[in-house]
């Protein structure tokens, strides 16, 4: 099997357990707590419920799903990758198919605020492991991952922001109540995407080494990051080395490590939280 058809059947796995685990959240959760996720999928919601409601026309929510995310789907396949956007269209269309045939799961829970605290946590399980499978629930994933890649910082929380609106639009049509409940769900969810999706989240490092040269090498073997050397000397001992700067993707974080101490197991390594970087940067292409 050569590794192109391995990764294809990999990233079809995970994405296809993510779909699962998202319509779960929708099913079991936010539509049995009648709340609203923020989104393209409490948009979802929100139009069924008044179509329904008001009109008496009845169209599911993953058909409403599919709709709305077309347009976000031909500029993600037009400004983030080709690879990507077909594997994001596999996980929203597998989305939008077991919600629409998925009966609650957990019918016996009916306290709101567990509703709303499990439901987060699964629906952000549901998207985090897309998005560390280099895919995406569409919507405003595409947006959020447009953003980060253009400014390489984390979109999330500003994503979160933004959804503030769908969720008084629920609000003000549906009652504050369950628009609070609802902001749990999403709050919950933002965080657990946070923590699974690192790819725009960056570290410094710097190294001191007697062995700079060495170091660099095994380092670029498996990065394409810049590295400084600056010359330094011990305090203490007055002997000479080298401290090397760099900064690096945090899911690189182990992979460098692992490089530097190859070399030299005696380096001494400090390592900072990046909050943004402001000029040439390399950051892998999601493709």
Known sequence: MNSKLKRDITMTFWVTLSAFIYAIAITSF?????????????????????????????????????????????????????YFTIFSILQYVLSS????FMP???????????????GGLINGLGVGIALR??????????????VSSRFNKPAWNYIMAANAIVLT???LIFGWQIALYSIIYQFVSTQVIDRLHERYKMVTLNIVTAKADDVIKNVLKGTRHGI????????????????????????????????????????????????????????????
Do not use: C, W
């Open 30 to 82: 936010a539509e049995v707590g009648g709340l609203y996720p923020a989104g393209f999928g409490g948009l979802s919601r929100i139009i069924s419920d008044l179509l329904g409601t008001y009109l008496d026309i009845h169209i599911s929510f993953g058909t409403l799903y599919l709709i709305l995310n077309i347009l976000p789907t031909f500029l993600a396949f037009k400004y983030i990758g080709k």
């Open 97 to 100: 198919f077991f919600a629409s």
């Open 104 to 118: 609650p799961l957990f019918t016996s829970v009916t306290d709101p605020l567990l509703i709303a605290v499990f």
């Open 133 to 146: 499978s280099n895919a995406s629930t569409g919507g405003t994933d595409f947006i959020s991952i447009f």
């Open 169 to 171: 639009l629920a609000g």
């Open 228 to 287: 400084t050397e600056i010359k330094t000397e011990g305090a203490y001992s007055h002997s000479e080395y080298t401290m090397l700067y760099t900064v690096i993707n945090r899911y690189q974080q182990r992979q460098v490590i692992k490089a530097v101490l190859e070399v030299d197991p005696r380096a001494f390594i400090n390592i900072t939280k990046t909050v943004q970087i402001v000029g040439n940067y390399y950051q892998q292409p999601v493709d």
